[in-house]
């Protein structure tokens, strides 16, 4: 083993050699060394800011709702280890994948019954596409190859998922003109518990209608748009789409990449509606934060469709597709996540956010709280620059939290096993970020 770099030596490494996400190279801000990382804590190299333990108020990307370091998470990672870490799909099949396609299917809405394992949440958005645009091919009707959406979404950083994110005020402007073009509705009234708007309803009808000829599909986050802009809308306005989709032969795709395994408050949030898509994307939490792992599902419908067209396959197969140390924590995950009451938990962390957040909305700056399941979202009124980032990043982290945002957002998405006292740690971190970035 070589010896273990000192914090200072590992971050001129990743100043010099490491391109962060949605960064520039090098790094305008040195990123925090981790050490380790249990429960809902993140451990650092050293301290910072006179901190050295952080509660993650981000679970990784909204991913690790278990926390850390699981013991049941690691017992399902190291027996598969030994098992075996990779095999190729392609002409092969083992039980980790076999089982997580089962399980997968018994726990979304009737009736996706197809599983197709991808590598990462925009890859699975890529596939859905593709399943779509296969469909309709071969059906014999090649023209239906636009995707309709609504403003404010976001999709993923791969090509097809970047041409339905929002066009405007997302990340991707700067491929404008190169992309894709699909259709934009106007984003959805804002609001779970929003009344119905007739108006937005027929809007979004008409746009269907009107474009059905050439549409191949209509792809939404359902009830909550995640790096958007953190907008919750009402369910209802799914099953306007459902029924538009069904009424005029569009198929219809929900993006539960953000949404899946609870954290909205229901198991999907497909479920918050009573409607079943035709294709669902399933990813981050798949695998309790462990692994990158990602699915599609579809219906019957859409499989039986491809599976009669002139190329009757679908044309995709990621290397380690279907690999077999995520699939096995995968299966451990979902069934960790079912074996307690998640319901009762994620409801207790919506009613602590509620509470440890409503005094955000007297700051100055602060423009709206809204907080639904396990999602708490202070909105300012303008976006915040290098500096009113670097110093809510701050702020959090004085407080003992770790918390992530974005243009003009402070918000936190905590483990379902984040106890209240961490849980209002989390709220006043995100309170004082919001003080100190205004």
Request: contains cysteine.
């Given at each position: 083993?070589?010896?273990p ?6 971050r001129a490494?990743?100043r010099?050699?490491?391109w ?12 925090l060394v ?8 993140l ?8 901190v050295?333990e952080l509660?993650?108020?981000?679970s990784?990307w909204?991913?690790a ?10 017992d ?9 870490s ?5 002409g ?8 997580l396609?089962?399980?997968l299917?018994e726990?979304?809405?009737?009736p996706?019954?197809h ?11 890529e ?6 645009l ?16 609504w403003?404010g ?16 005020g ?10 894709p073009?699909?259709?934009f ?14 108006a ?6 008409e746009?269907?209608?009107r474009h059905?000829?050439?549409?191949a599909a209509?792809?939404v ?5 995640g ?17 538009a989709c069904?009424?005029?032969d569009?198929?219809?795709?929900f993006?539960?990449?953000?949404t899946?395994?609870?954290r ?13 898509p035709?294709v669902?994307c399933?990813?981050k939490?798949?695998t309790g ?5 990602a ?6 419908r859409v499989?039986?469709?491809i ?5 009757p396959?679908?044309?995709h197969?990621?290397?380690f ?14 069934d960790l ?10 409801k ?16 100055p700056?602060v ?11 202070v909105?300012?009124?303008?976006p915040l ?5 670097a ?16 243009r ?12 209240d006292h961490d849980l ?5 971190a ?9």
């Amino acid at each position: 083993m070589p010896e273990p770099l000192t914090p200072a030596e590992l971050r001129a490494l990743d100043r010099e050699h490491v391109w962060h996400p949605y960064g520039p190279m090098p790094g305008r801000q040195d990123p925090l060394v981790v050490e380790s990382a249990a429960g809902v804590r993140l451990r650092l190299a050293e301290p910072v800011e006179g901190v050295r333990e952080l509660v993650d108020g981000m679970s990784s990307w909204w991913s690790a709702i278990h926390g850390y370091n699981h013991p049941a998470l690691n017992d399902a990672a190291r027996g598969q280890l030994d098992r075996m870490s990779h095999v190729m799909f392609g002409g092969l099949t083992h039980e980790p994948a076999v089982r997580l396609a089962t399980r997968l299917v018994e726990i979304t809405p009737e009736p996706l019954r197809h599983v197709f394992l991808a590598d990462s949440g925009s890859v699975s958005v890529e596939v859905a596409v593709k399943m779509c645009l296969q469909y309709w091919r071969s059906l014999g009707r090649p023209a239906k190859r636009r995707l309709l959406t609504w403003r404010g979404g976001y999709h993923g950083d791969t090509w097809q998922p970047m041409a339905v994110c929002d066009p405007d005020g997302g990340m991707h402007r700067l491929w404008s003109g190169v992309l894709p073009e699909q259709i934009f509705a106007d984003a959805p009234p804002p609001g779970f518990d929003a009344d119905p708007d007739p108006a937005y309803e027929a809007h979004v009808r008409e746009l269907v209608a009107r474009h059905a000829h050439e549409l191949a599909a209509v792809i939404v986050e359902p009830v909550v748009q995640g790096a958007g802009g953190m907008r919750f809308h009402s369910p209802a306005l799914l099953r306007v789409l459902r029924e538009a989709c069904d009424e005029h032969d569009v198929l219809l795709v929900f993006d539960e990449i953000a949404t899946g395994f609870g954290r909205s408050g229901t198991l999907f949030a497909a479920e918050h509606a009573g409607v079943c898509p035709d294709v669902m994307c399933l990813g981050k939490a798949l695998t309790g934060g462990y692994l990158t792992l990602a699915a599609t599902l579809c219906t019957p419908r859409v499989a039986d469709g491809i599976s009669r067209g002139e190329v009757p396959v679908l044309a995709h197969g990621p290397t380690f597709m279907g690999n077999p140390l995520a699939t096995a924590v995968a299966c451990a995950s979902i069934d960790l996540l079912l074996s307690y009451d998640w319901r009762q938990e994620v409801k207790r962390i919506e009613t602590g956010l509620r509470d440890g957040l409503a005094e955000a909305a007297e700051l100055p700056g602060v423009r709206e709280v809204r907080v639904l399941g396990a999602i708490g979202v202070v909105q300012l009124d303008r976006p915040l620059d290098d500096a009113g980032m670097a110093a809510a990043t701050r702020a959090a982290v004085r407080e003992g939290v770790w918390l992530r945002p974005f243009r003009d957002l402070l918000y936190t998405m905590p483990p379902y096993i984040t106890g209240d006292h961490d849980l209002a740690r989390i709220c006043t971190a995100v309170r004082t970020a919001a003080a100190a970035a205004v």
